[in-house]
């Protein structure tokens, strides 16, 4: 059984709005890693990741996993 190839990298464009903050809030941090900061603390928060950063499946729930 071989190993899945790891995911590409995506291109993401922001508004205008989202590219200020981004600019004006976290000026000399890189970018790609705010945002991977961003969308990991608002999976957690919507209740997609566990506590230890896993993604939730329907299944975790369906066992009570979740």
């Known amino acids: 059984m071989s190993t899945p190839p790891p995911p590409r990298p995506m291109t993401v464009t922001l508004d205008a709005k989202s590219a ?3 600019r004006r809030c976290y000026r ?3 970018p790609p890693t705010v945002l991977a ?3 990991r603390m608002l999976a957690t ?3 997609h990741l566990d506590p230890a950063g ?3 499946t329907a299944r975790d729930r369906t066992r009570g996993q979740a």
């Open 37 to 39: 900061r961003a969308l």
């Open 45 to 47: 928060a919507d209740g």
């Open 54 to 56: 896993r993604i939730i």
């Open 28 to 30: 000399g941090e890189n």
């Open 20 to 22: 200020e903050i981004l």
